[in-house]
């Protein structure tokens, strides 16, 4: 017995030695690889054609951009030795409704950002931080040229009424806190309030007063007990607050299915009353899609943009069976009723369209199925597929949010340099929007290259050990973990 403790007591360093080497081993394992750096601004183009959605086609020109704006456009010059040249340049997409990302693993914002920028994302507006300061903490990483990634228009974030659906929600209950918390807001370099589920009627008035006092803009979601026409948001999230309300609103499956009971008369209605505020509307049909997508394995598999992200995503969190996904609680009704779902919502947005309300194109990540950047690219499909078309679909992801954000897209010298080149013209067919050679984010050019490159680093981490028989099983424990204590308190 005592020679045996001896013996522990002699390879008892070396096991401690070892555990914390393997220890080390997982946590490099377990962080994706570094940011891809920004380069340095500033570029020429010789022979290009300008795309502006919603505006005619013009004669090819030469561009130059020193630092991060525009310096000088003429007519095309030859130079045989420009790799663009003969190509296509259009204002780079921007993603009215996104989210930082806020699993507990490292490195998971960087990817984020990159993914937009990969799809030629170059301005997002964060609808909602999940912490303090996260979207102004990436902005800087970004503008310093620390990270690559796009301009970051932000909320902040969210405020909510009692009882908030969210905990970092800041709460509201009293008229006489609004602009106190809109000030702030604006103090930490937001430009919008994002209001929620639970804000009560007063209150939201007296945020909207607040918001427009500090130039700010109101948007979010139509509170529960509001309909679209009530909330008078400047730009309404999710087409929520047009269908009819849930007996149990605050139940994401039973307020969408409210769509069925949706008709005509409701919905010019509400057209005409945001006709006359004046109001703009973002209906991230996407999330909807991805719904559908997720209940069905095989769709999931067969969808290579999945691939983009860590395997965990896919196979875990947003797996119909065992995931945090809506299709996870629905039955096969449910899920054919959700098509219907989308087709009403798609009548809506070309009623809207047709009537003159912005329709602006965004994505809501990381909802489930939900991928920066790719899921963009789906959502001006399904925009043109409702009635926009291609050219609007398009000025959709552009010209209009871009005019809404107060940054009209301009290619005048003095204008900030922030545009895509793709190989082919998405004014002639969307297709081309995953033709991209280069993405340029104030000033900095991005190559095809470059970014494939650093896609690679990321895929090659996704496949490791570590992250595919460690990190995996722990994330579906701790989501069915969590999924089985919310069931057990309803």
């Given at each position: 017995?005592?020679?045996g403790l001896?013996?522990?007591?002699r390879?008892?360093?070396i096991i401690?030695?070892?555990?914390?080497?393997?220890?080390a081993?997982?946590a490099?394992?377990i962080?994706l690889p570094?940011?891809?750096?920004?380069?340095?601004p500033?570029?020429?183009?010789?022979n290009?054609?300008?795309v502006?959605?919603?505006?005619?086609?013009s004669a090819?020109?030469?561009?130059?951009?020193k630092?991060?704006?525009i310096?000088?456009v003429?007519s095309?010059?030859t130079?045989?030795h420009?790799p663009y040249?003969?190509?296509?340049?259009?204002?780079?997409l921007?993603?009215m409704?996104?989210?930082?990302n806020?699993?507990?693993?490292?490195?998971?914002n960087e990817l984020f950002?990159f993914?937009?920028l990969y799809?030629?994302?170059t301005?997002?507006?964060?609808?909602?931080?999940?912490k303090?300061g996260?979207s102004s903490?990436l902005r800087t990483?970004i503008?310093e040229?620390?990270?690559?990634?796009?301009?970051?228009?932000s909320?902040?974030?969210?405020?909510?009424?009692?009882d908030p659906?969210w905990?970092s929600s800041?709460?509201v209950d009293?008229p006489s806190?609004a602009?106190?918390?809109v000030?702030?807001l604006?103090e930490?370099?937001?430009?919008c309030?994002?209001?929620y589920?639970?804000?009560?009627p007063?209150?939201l008035?007296?945020?909207r007063?607040?918001a427009?006092k500090?130039?700010?803009?109101?948007?979010?979601h139509?509170p529960?007990?509001?309909n679209?026409?009530?909330a008078?948001?400047?730009?309404?999230?999710?087409?929520r607050g047009?269908?009819p309300?849930a007996?149990?609103p605050?139940?994401y499956?039973?307020?969408r299915?409210?769509?069925?009971n949706?008709?005509?008369k409701?919905?010019k209605?509400?057209?005409?009353?945001?006709v006359?505020q004046g109001g703009a509307?973002?209906p991230?049909?996407?999330t909807?899609e991805?719904?559908?997508?997720?209940?069905n394995r095989?769709?999931?598999?067969?969808?290579?943009a999945n691939?983009?992200l860590?395997?965990?995503y896919r196979?875990t969190?947003?797996?119909a069976?065992?995931?945090?996904?809506a299709?996870?609680?629905m039955?096969?009704?449910q899920?054919?009723?959700?098509?219907?779902?989308?087709?009403?919502?798609?009548?809506?947005?070309?009623e809207?369209?047709e009537?003159?309300?912005p329709?602006?194109a965004?994505?809501?990540?990381?909802a489930?199925?939900?991928?920066p950047?790719?899921?963009?690219?789906?959502?001006?499909?399904?925009?043109?597929e409702?009635?926009?078309g291609p050219e609007?679909?398009l000025?959709?992801a552009?010209?209009v949010p871009a005019?809404?954000l107060?940054?009209?897209?301009?290619?005048?010298?003095g204008?900030?340099?922030?545009?895509?080149?793709?190989?082919e013209?998405?004014?002639e067919n969307l297709?081309?929007l995953?033709?991209?050679?280069a993405?340029i984010?104030d000033?900095?050019l991005?190559?095809?290259?470059?970014?494939?490159e650093?896609?690679?680093?990321?895929?090659k981490?996704?496949?490791a050990?570590?992250q595919?028989q460690?990190?995996?099983?722990?994330?579906k424990?701790?989501?069915?973990?969590?999924?089985?204590?919310?069931?057990?308190?309803l």
């Open positions: 017995m005592l020679e001896k013996i522990i007591n390879i008892l360093p401690m030695v070892l555990l914390l080497a393997l220890a081993v997982v490099i394992q962080q570094a940011a891809l750096p920004s380069p340095e500033g570029l020429k183009l010789s290009v054609e300008l502006i959605p919603g505006e005619p086609q090819p020109v030469s561009l130059e951009v630092g991060q704006t310096s000088r003429t095309a010059e130079d045989k420009d040249s003969g190509m296509y340049v259009m204002p780079g921007i993603d409704h996104a989210h930082w806020h699993l507990p693993l490292p490195d998971q950002a993914l937009h799809h030629g994302v301005t997002i507006r964060t609808m909602g931080d999940m303090p996260q903490e990483l503008s040229g620390e990270m690559a990634g796009p301009n970051i228009v909320c902040g974030r969210m405020i909510d009424g009692p659906v905990d800041l709460v009293d806190d602009d106190r918390v000030k702030k604006s930490q370099g937001n430009s309030i994002k209001v589920d639970h804000v009560k007063d209150v008035d007296s945020l007063i607040a427009h500090y130039d700010m803009q109101l948007v979010g139509v529960h007990g509001m679209a026409a009530e008078r948001l400047d730009d309404a999230q999710h087409l047009f269908p309300a007996d149990n605050d139940n499956i039973e307020g299915m409210q769509w069925l949706m008709d005509e409701r919905r209605a509400f057209v005409k009353a945001l006359e509307v973002t991230t049909l996407v909807i991805r719904v559908l997508a997720s209940k095989e769709t999931m598999l067969a969808d290579k691939e983009l860590p395997h965990y196979d969190l947003w797996d069976e065992e995931g945090i996904t299709a996870r609680f039955d096969e009704a899920i054919m009723a959700f098509e219907t779902v989308l087709k009403e919502m798609q009548a809506t947005v070309k809207l369209y009537a003159g309300v329709i602006h965004g994505t809501d990540t990381m489930p199925g939900v991928i950047g790719a899921s963009l690219i789906r959502e001006i499909e399904l925009l043109s409702s009635g926009l609007q679909a000025a959709s552009t010209t005019e809404f107060g940054e009209p897209v301009s290619f005048e010298p204008a900030t340099a922030s545009f895509v080149i793709y190989r013209n998405p004014r297709a081309a995953n033709t991209i050679e993405v984010v000033g900095r991005y190559t095809r290259d470059m970014l494939d650093q896609m690679k680093k990321y895929q981490r996704y496949d050990f570590v595919q460690v990190v995996q099983p722990a994330l424990f701790g989501v069915n973990q969590m999924v089985k204590e919310k069931l057990e308190q």
